[in-house]
């Protein structure tokens, strides 16, 4: 074993529970270095905000001070991640470097791919450790059930360990500080996001409001409470898939046969543990085709026409289209950083099949406004509800009939579009023209037969059904069918994947949403 510290490079994964790295600087019986850098290239990126830098600096700041409960500490740098190992190396020179597999964007990517070469010319010993079921390069996803039973499933959340940390260590750490950062105390909208948040979000989840999470996550009025809002956590790291499924499957177990609302829980737990399975099934895709960050994963979709207006752009991103539901979700996005699955489908559907806007174009803006941005699975969901991906159900959402189905009393569109609190319901599902709120910005159903006709026109071509095996053989879905009706047709049709968005909170109903149109 080589001698030297570890440097514990802390990503999305601030959290001393089920920390794969700490357990191997435990195991090895080494000095820890926790390091974090502020980096200006992802502060900077088009895909992120303010809202996600404090919910990184809120992480932080909560490991830290778990860290000196402890007795420790932990090293904050602000600048680029080789530059700031550079200099901790020529202050205290480490033998290793461990960080978690971060399945991100091209930036952060290419950065992992940098520090890995920095690592071998410096000698430095450097291990990246899975804290999901994705596996680093792709693999043949036949066996992806197999890793969720191995990594998650079937392997217990590592308890927090015993961190070493010598007296040269901590005072060096001490004296590191958080930069200046933007007074954030105002947003007190924005879910907390720290791994003692992330527990009391699970343990409320499972005791109080997790009943209702069946039936509860398609209303945008009901999602914020119904929902389980462990998707923030998720996201940043500050709890993992392995330590809520295996607290769900414990309080499942704990159910009283006898307690007249044991089936209620059950049904609603064992369909989060559903969509909590997808997670790592979109991540996937992502980790073994980088490309699709720039790129449609299929190619016959990759030259799909679009307008790309920039005052529609514009009217969406501000929530000014005249389609009270889509605009209420956009300033609800731009205030909270949530919405449910439902809302979120909506408004990609709309952008891309209403207002024609390429999916590329408005990924940064969502993925801006999303506390709960994950590229894995907020890439994907892009392309699926643009209906690019071809073999999914080309789904148009209308607004006006998602507004009569999930908000009927106009609560939350009025909560969010202040210019509309003081007309009736009525007025605002009729879509009466009201004064100081825009009339619709472009008409609906022809639009939406406008872009779907180009779509489908692709999806019957020779040329794309032939790539549709293909791309389906790579990416599509494994999950076993046990239905004993007998098929139609000796070839195997494609099944659709269950929809799932940023938040666990999705909704993989099986409807076909074209019927909206």
């Not at 992806?144 to 040269?168: G, N």
């Not at 997808?278 to 307008?307: G, K, M, V």
């Not at 950083?337 to 709309?350: D, E």
Request: charged share 25%; hydrophobic share 35%.
């Amino acid at each position: 074993m080589k001698k030297g510290p570890a440097v514990i490079w802390v990503k999305r994964d601030a959290r001393l529970a089920d920390n794969a790295c700490l357990a191997e600087v435990d195991r090895l019986e080494l000095n820890a270095i926790p390091f974090f850098c502020f980096e200006p290239s992802v502060l900077t990126a088009n895909d992120s905000s303010e809202m996600h830098i404090q919910a990184q600096w809120q992480a932080i700041n909560g490991l830290r001070q778990k860290l000196r409960d402890l007795g420790s500490d932990i090293v904050i740098a602000y600048g680029e991640v080789i530059e700031k190992l550079n200099k901790l190396y020529e202050r205290m020179p480490f033998a290793y470097l461990f960080a978690h597999e971060e399945i991100g964007n091209n930036i952060t990517f290419r950065r992992d791919q940098a520090v890995a070469q920095w690592c071998l010319e410096k000698g430095v010993e450097y291990r990246e450790f899975p804290q999901s079921s994705v596996r680093r390069g792709g693999v043949n996803r036949d066996k992806l059930q197999q890793l969720w039973k191995l990594r998650i499933a079937d392997t217990q959340p590592l308890p927090i360990p015993y961190i070493r940390q010598s007296e040269e260590i901590r005072t060096l750490a001490a004296r590191t500080a958080f930069p200046k950062m933007p007074q954030f105390t105002t947003k007190r909208l924005w879910q907390p996001v720290s791994e003692t948040d992330a527990q009391a979000t699970l343990t409320d989840f499972l005791t109080v409001r997790g009943r209702w999470y069946r039936g509860g996550i398609s209303s945008p009025n009901t999602a914020f409470t119904a929902g389980s809002r462990l998707s923030v956590h998720l996201a940043w790291g500050t709890i993992t898939a392995r330590q809520v499924w295996h607290a769900v499957r414990s309080r499942l177990a704990d159910l009283d046969p006898n307690d007249p609302l044991a089936p209620r829980w059950k049904q609603s737990l064992n369909a989060f543990l559903s969509r909590l399975h997808w997670r790592d099934h979109f991540t996937q895709r992502l980790e073994s085709e980088p490309e699709l960050e720039f790129r449609s994963i299929h190619p016959c979709y990759r030259n799909t026409h679009y307008e790309n207006d920039e005052k529609l752009h514009a009217a969406w991103r501000d929530g000014r289209t005249g389609y009270p539901l889509v605009d209420a979700v956009m300033r609800c996005l731009a205030t909270t950083g949530f919405v449910n699955f439902r809302m979120r489908a909506m408004v990609v559907s709309f952008a891309c099949h209403v207002l024609h806007l390429d999916w590329r174009l408005i990924h940064p803006h969502l993925a801006r406004v999303f506390r709960d941005y994950d590229p894995g699975i907020h890439l994907n969901q892009l392309q699926m509800q643009a209906g690019v991906v071809g073999w999914n159900a080309i789904r148009v959402y209308n607004p006006a009939k998602q507004l009569v189905d999930w908000d009927p009393n106009c609560k939350f569109v009025k909560r969010w579009l202040p210019e509309l609190k003081k007309q009736t319901s009525e007025q605002i599902l009729n879509a009466e023209l009201i004064p100081g709120y825009p009339s619709r910005i472009v008409p609906f159903a022809e639009r939406a037969k406008k872009m779907t006709d180009q779509l489908y026109a692709i999806r019957k071509s020779t040329e794309a059904k032939e790539a549709t095996k293909a791309v389906y053989l790579t990416h599509g879905s494994r999950k076993k069918n046990n239905s004993s009706r007998p098929k139609r047709s000796r070839r195997p049709a494609l099944p659709p994947t269950p929809t799932l968005f940023d938040d666990l909170d999705g909704n993989p109903d099986s409807d076909d949403h074209t019927k909206d149109v």
